[in-house]
């Protein structure tokens, strides 16, 4: 049978659409489900619930039935937020619903937060505070996205933070502090350890901030402590434009590990103490105002539930999702323990491997063996240029018997992701394309 994550496409193809994830579904192997309907239901409606949603009722010819528990009334994308921190996109870009998938797919909505997930025969019976009676189903997909670590002062208390990591009130707070920094003030920005949501998001952040300032605050700074040895995505595009674009404006200093924060007189003002990795040696830097991004795991329901291991995130089956720790759950999106980048269009891309492996398993089949997925993402460095990122990840056995999904260039098949050979105009053009077919292709 053949995988429908099977692809060939041009990077131009790829870039200026949404790649796989668009054209799958057209050759996608019909299913042999026979009755009673089989139930899944998916916790979370963010990028990667609202895609598994959405494919299992496609794939499935709407033989399965499937219902999203989700506690909002709204998805508020994390994707382009750092246009709206800087003001250059209006809040509203950033929203969606499921009313399409309600009404395009059948697809069922309940509005409520799970509070627990108990074995049920041969399925599951979800409590959802708010609701009566537990949801029966099949099998469940847990799909919370991240949540954050507390930051602490220098008496280990936790301390206020303003991460902006979570699209939504934080990111118009952070764009009106911005607005109000003095204009020859400092805002400090650090960076946690990976894994952490969207590799190049906390340097696209420095930029598009970089880019603000020289252009409305040329007298003030963005300090950049992040706790990885290097930039962790697009390297050289990032690096150039620090160089190159932001002189004074942006100061980027890697290895440096957040130890702790004093809180300031002024909102989210302050001091951070950071180690400085590797040396024993500690530094302070101030700022008029802090963002401070803190490391992360997976949501507090996968936490909740049993899924997670040591390293705060969920390991699963790499072919299906599927949990190691409480079988019959598949986990995905950013709360996944994989070799998978944190971001939204791979949750996407994730999320179909995971519809796919459900239909066959309810079909008596297994799992495809070798799935693949792409990832394709565009950065801006300012307000008129962007830079992107690609690769296509292929699912490998270990020497080890571990596996991985291992990142491939499109065109030359070398190891590791490939970016752009330098920012644009066009490639910023580009971008508002991306996403809006991205968006539009998850909540339609």
Request: hydrophobic content about 40%; glycine content about 8%; charged content about 15%.
């Amino acid at each position: 049978m053949t995988s429908p994550f099977e692809f060939s496409l041009s990077r131009r193809h790829l870039l200026a659409s949404l790649g796989a994830g668009a054209v799958c579904a057209t050759t996608f192997p019909a299913f042999g489900l026979t009755a009673p309907v089989q139930k899944i239901v998916v916790i979370g409606g963010g990028m990667a619930g609202a895609t598994v949603a959405k494919y299992l009722r496609l794939w499935s010819n709407k033989a399965v039935e499937v219902t999203i528990v989700e506690p909002s009334t709204t998805y508020v994308s994390n994707i382009m937020s750092n246009l709206v921190v800087t003001g250059q996109y209006a809040p509203a870009l950033l929203n969606y619903n499921w009313s399409n998938l309600i009404k395009n797919h059948g697809i069922k909505l309940v509005k409520g937060s799970v509070s627990q997930v108990t074995a049920n025969g041969s399925g599951w019976s979800v409590s959802v505070t708010g609701v009566a009676a537990p949801l029966l189903c099949d099998r469940v997909v847990v799909a919370p996205g991240i949540s954050f670590d507390p930051v602490l002062d220098n008496i280990a208390q936790p301390v206020a933070v303003l991460h902006a990591w979570q699209a939504g009130p934080q990111t118009t707070q952070l764009r009106d502090l911005l607005a109000a920094l003095p204009p020859t003030g400092t805002l400090v920005m650090t960076i946690p350890p990976a894994p952490y949501r969207c590799p190049p998001g906390p340097y696209e952040r420095a930029c598009v901030i970089a880019d603000y300032l020289k252009r409305n605050k040329p007298g003030a700074r963005i300090v950049v402590l992040d706790a990885n040895p290097d930039v962790m995505a697009e390297p050289a595009n990032f690096k150039n434009a620090f160089s190159t674009l932001y002189g004074a404006n942006l100061v980027y200093l890697p290895g440096r590990k957040v130890k702790y924060v004093t809180s300031g007189i002024s909102p989210y003002s302050g001091k951070v103490t950071v180690d400085i990795v590797g040396t024993g040696f500690v530094e302070e830097y101030s700022g008029d105002l802090l963002n401070i991004i803190p490391t992360q795991r997976a949501g507090a329901i996968a936490q909740a539930l049993g899924l997670c291991d040591s390293t705060g995130f969920a390991p699963v089956n790499g072919v299906s999702f599927e949990s190691t720790l409480r079988p019959g759950i598949h986990v995905i999106g950013d709360a996944a323990k994989t070799s998978l980048p944190k971001a939204g269009h791979v949750g996407n891309q994730g999320a179909k491997i995971c519809a796919d492996a459900i239909l066959r398993i309810l079909s008596n089949q297994a799992p495809y063996a070798t799935p693949t997925a792409n990832s394709a993402c565009y950065s801006p460095l300012s307000s008129t240029v962007a830079s992107w990122l690609t690769a296509v990840y292929q699912y490998e056995q270990q020497p080890d018997s571990s596996w991985k999904y291992v990142a491939r260039d499109h065109i030359s098949t070398t190891t590791g992701p490939t970016e752009a050979a330098s920012a644009s105009t066009g490639n910023f053009t580009k971008m508002n394309t991306w996403y809006k077919t991205l968006m539009t292709e998850t909540y339609s």
